[in-house]
C-alpha cells in the first residue's frame, strides 16, 4: 500500500487525495497532469466545487528524523519521515572555526580580534537546532499547499518534565493510571541510550533499576533511577552500589556522575519544539499537542511497530487508526549547495575550481533526471540525481553512480528543491 496521491485543481486549489488507482485513471482519462513527483501530486484540468473534507497533519520532531502522517478521520493515508541535516551543518561550522582559529594562531596578516560585538535576538537557536525548525516548516508549508489540512498535532515534548521533576509528591495519581511509568521509561531510555547502565548490553530488555536501593533508603526521584538489564539487575540485588561496583571503579564513577546529569538536554530538545509551536500557531490552524510518554503509550496500545512516521500518527489523543499505507516517503535535507567557488586539499591548497554557472544544457546539480540511452557501450534506463559538467556530459547516481551520460539523453523528473527522496 502506497500513499494517497495529492490532487489539485486546475487553480491549484488542494482537493481530498485520492488513491493511486483513482489518480491513473484520471491520468489515462487525460482528466489530470502530473503537477510533482515528490510528493506525488496530480493537477485536474478544471476546477472543482465538490465537499472537501479536512486532513490532520501529525509531526513527531526529532533530533535527527522527524516524522511525518496525514490522517483523514482515523484513516492514515500519508506518511513521511524528514531527515535532517544538522550534524552536517555543526561539522562545517566547527571546520570553519579551526580554520580560522589556526589562520589567528599563525604569523600572517589578519584583522584584530573583537570580541563581544554580537548580540543573540531572543529566543536564539543553534544553527544545527535552527535548521530542524525551518525545514520542519518548510513542509508543513509544502503540504498545506497540496492538501486541505484543518489540524495540526505536534509532539510538543518528549517528556513531561513537570512530572519527571518530583514524582514523589504530585505524581502518585499520574504514575499509577493508564500512564504509568511511560513518561520516565522514555526518559531514561534517551538519559542512559538504550544500554545497561552496568554492563552496557544492547538490544535486550531492560529494566528500571535504583541505583541506590529503596531497602536501602532509596528514592523513586529520577535522579536515582537507570536502566539495567535482567542478568545485572538480579545480580545487583539490593546491594549498594558502591558495594556492587568495588572492583569496577571507573563504571561506578560514570554512573553516578550521569545519574546526576540535570534535565538540560531534554529541556533544549523541548526549547526546540517549543520555538516549532510558536511558528505552527502562528499558521492560523488550530494546534494540539501530546507528550512523548503518551506517543509511546498509544504506540503500543495500537501494536504498531517504532518507526518515526508512525510515532507521528501516535501523537495526541488516538483511539484507533487505519493504515491505508505502508510506505512512507523518506526525505533527506541535502541543502542547496554551496557557495565555495574553489575547493581545497586536506591542507587548504586549491585543488579545482568551481563554474560561476551553476545550470548546464538547463540542468543543475542536484535535479533528479531520466536518461534513456539507446546508443554506446552505457545503452540503458537511468533514474537518479545529476551531477552536471560544462562538457554537456553529466553522472547520475542511480542505483549505482553512472558516468560520462551526454545531456541529450537526459529528461527532467524533479527540479532540485533541497532534498533528495525515497521510499
Avoid at 520542519?136 to 499547499?145: G, M, N
Avoid at 494546534?287 to 503509550?297: D, P, R
Avoid at 553512480?401 to 533541497?418: A, E, F, N, P, T
Wanted: net charge positive; proline share 4%; glycine share 8%.
Amino acid at each position: 500500500m502506497s500513499n494517497f496521491i495529492f490532487v489539485v485543481d486546475t487553480n491549484k486549489k488542494p482537493l481530498t487525495p485520492c488513491k493511486s488507482s483513482m489518480a491513473r485513471k484520471l491520468l489515462t482519462a487525460g482528466k489530470a497532469a502530473i503537477f510533482r513527483r515528490f510528493p506525488c501530486t496530480i493537477i485536474l484540468k478544471k476546477a472543482v466545487t465538490a465537499t472537501i473534507e479536512s486532513i490532520t497533519l501529525k509531526l513527531d520532531p526529532g533530533s535527527k528524523t522527524t516524522g511525518i502522517a496525514l490522517l483523514q478521520g482515523e484513516k492514515v493515508i500519508f506518511g513521511a519521515e524528514l531527515t535532517h541535516r544538522g550534524q552536517t551543518i555543526k561539522a562545517s561550522l566547527e571546520s570553519r572555526r579551526s580554520l580560522r582559529r589556526g589562520r589567528r594562531n599563525r604569523n600572517t596578516r589578519y584583522r584584530q580580534a573583537r570580541f563581544l560585538n554580537r548580540t543573540r535576538k531572543k529566543g536564539w537557536l543553534a544553527p544545527s537546532l535552527q535548521h530542524r525548525v525551518e525545514t520542519t516548516l518548510t513542509w508543513v508549508e509544502k503540504l498545506r499547499r497540496l492538501a486541505p489540512i484543518g489540524l495540526i498535532v505536534q509532539e510538543l515534548v518528549r517528556f513531561d518534565l513537570q512530572q519527571l521533576e518530583n514524582p514523589e509528591i504530585s505524581a502518585i495519581e499520574y504514575h499509577q493510571g493508564e500512564l504509568q511509568g511511560y513518561e520516565v521509561r522514555q526518559y531514561l531510555l534517551n538519559k542512559w541510550n538504550r544500554k545497561c547502565a552496568y554492563c552496557d548490553a544492547e538490544n535486550v530488555p531492560l529494566q528500571v533499576e535504583h541505583i541506590h536501593p529503596k531497602s536501602q533508603g532509596g528514592s523513586n526521584r529520577i535522579s536515582n533511577l537507570c536502566l539495567a538489564c535482567q542478568k545485572c539487575n538480579q545480580k545487583k540485588g539490593t546491594q549498594k552500589i558502591e558495594q556492587f561496583l568495588a572492583k569496577k571503579p571507573d563504571i561506578l564513577s560514570r554512573i553516578l556522575t550521569q545519574s546526576k546529569r540535570p534535565l538540560k538536554d531534554a529541556a533544549a530538545v523541548n526549547s526546540t519544539q517549543w520555538t516549532l509551536f510558536g511558528h505552527l500557531k502562528e499558521t492560523g490552524l488550530p494546534v494540539l499537542t501530546g507528550s512523548g510518554g503518551l506517543t509511546k503509550f498509544n504506540r503500543s496500545r495500537l501494536q504498531l511497530p517504532k518507526t518515526h512516521w508512525l510515532d507521528a500518527a501516535c501523537v495526541g489523543q488516538v483511539e484507533a487508526l487505519e493504515l491505508l499505507t505502508n510506505k512512507p516517503l523518506l526525505i533527506k535535507a541535502t541543502g542547496h549547495g554551496t557557495r565555495q567557488m574553489c575547493r581545497t586539499d586536506k591542507f587548504g591548497f586549491p585543488s579545482r575550481y568551481i563554474p560561476r554557472n551553476k545550470f548546464v544544457k538547463g540542468f543543475q546539480t542536484g535535479d533528479i533526471v531520466k536518461a534513456i540511452v539507446i546508443s554506446g557501450n552505457k545503452i540503458g534506463e537511468y533514474v537518479g540525481r545529476v551531477a552536471v559538467r560544462t562538457t554537456g556530459s553529466f553522472n547520475i547516481s542511480a542505483s549505482e553512480l553512472v558516468q560520462g551520460i551526454s545531456h541529450k539523453y537526459c529528461k527532467i523528473v524533479h527540479r532540485k528543491d533541497g532534498y533528495s527522496y525515497a521510499y
